[in-house]
């Protein structure tokens, strides 16, 4: 059956950069090619720019960002450490099970769906905890939260960012902020197709990391000799084949992101989301998010209460090839999520979306 093209403006995948779709169709290479190994480098490097991270330990991980968090997690904390984590919506939740898989003493810090991650009230959770871990942009909700209190006063601890949907939509600067270790995913501002998670560690994190971790896949020790900190030597150490065409994809993409300069991005994604809030706003629908903390790239609106929000997601499909999210948990029937991200930040994309859901919630 042939696929129809579709718009893609749900919490992800969005539609890929152009430039990251050509860059499939080159040539596969080996994940031992000595052209591809450079290829790897300069992604490590460029993914170095859009974290804001000196980190030498910084790759593109061969799997979705839902690995990056088990990565980050398998790597850091073992059976009785403690783990904060801020729960503010689906993936704060993922959070606390993938630390309680890991046998950590988890200690969770919630807080109303919606709203931004309250740092004195993480920071008061525990007096010493190994690690600290919190959504910069939850997915969920399209709610926004400021790490840098989180940083300010982790003392000892280790800070965990998940940067899923921040990373190439917003600014992001682990290192000015105090961010341990982040990870993210390709399918949404990076402007990728789904299949990779980019991932950070600094040293303050790496010489505490568990020596032998249980998945062996991700463990960060053995993948250091192909990827990341084994940039520019002369020999890596077979881990597994890497999925080179992603590879290749993403570097594809980070270049066309830093062409366009990182700031001029996040720009135009701040106008995108602006333009789609205002938009929603004037047809008389309301936001879900905090005021204040609502992400440009991922906006949560209520669904209208005489509105059957499947039945309009299902013809803004059917009729217009077009894509949104509902909402998950207890806001599944009662939120959408819009996400305008990556190559789909742009001013023609909101008249497109608003125009569909005007015409379809008119009939």
Not at 230 to 246: C, E, K, Q, W
Request: aromatic share 4%; charged share 20%; hydrophobic share 45%.
């Amino acid at each position: 059956m042939p696929l129809r093209a579709r718009t893609l403006l749900g919490p992800g995948p969005s539609n890929p950069y152009p430039e990251a779709t050509v860059a499939l169709g080159q040539p596969l290479l080996g994940h031992l090619d000595p052209v591809f190994l450079q290829v790897l480098d300069e992604t490590s490097d460029r993914l170095r720019q859009v974290f804001g991270t000196a980190n030498r330990r910084t790759l593109p991980l061969s799997a979705t960002g839902s690995a990056g968090m088990e990565a980050a997690f398998v790597n850091t904390v073992g059976p009785g450490d403690v783990v904060v984590v801020a729960v503010n919506g689906l993936f704060g939740e993922r959070m606390v099970d993938v630390a309680g898989r890991c046998g950590a003493t988890v200690v969770r810090v919630d807080h109303e769906w919606g709203q931004p991650v309250d740092a004195d009230r993480v920071l008061a959770a525990h007096p010493a905890p190994k690690l600290i871990a919190a959504v910069h942009a939850e997915t969920s909700t399209g709610a926004l939260s400021d790490l840098t209190p989180l940083a300010a006063g982790k003392g000892d601890a280790l800070l965990l960012a998940d940067c899923v949907t921040s990373l190439g939509g917003i600014p992001v600067q682990l290192d000015e902020w105090g961010v341990d270790l982040a990870y993210s995913g390709a399918q949404k501002c990076l402007g990728v197709a789904p299949g990779l998670a980019p991932f950070t560690i600094n040293d303050r994190a790496w010489e505490r990391r568990i020596a032998k971790p249980q998945s062996w896949y991700l463990d960060l020790g053995m993948l250091g000799g192909y990827a990341g900190e084994a940039a520019g030597s002369g020999g890596r150490t077979y881990h597994h084949t890497a999925p080179t065409g992603m590879v290749v994809s993403l570097h594809a993409a980070l270049g066309r992101i830093l062409d366009e300069g990182l700031d001029a991005v996040h720009a135009r994604h701040a106008e995108a989301g602006r333009l789609l809030q205002e938009g929603l706003q004037a047809m008389g629908l309301e936001l879900f998010a905090a005021e204040g903390h609502r992400l440009p790239e991922l906006t949560t609106v209520r669904v209208p209460d005489e509105v059957d929000s499947a039945a309009v997601r299902k013809e803004l499909l059917e009729r217009y090839d077009l894509e949104i999210g509902g909402g998950v948990g207890a806001y599944a029937a009662s939120v959408w999520r819009i996400g305008l991200m990556g190559h789909n930040a742009r001013p023609d994309t909101v008249t497109l979306v608003l125009g569909a859901l005007r015409e379809v919630l008119g009939r």
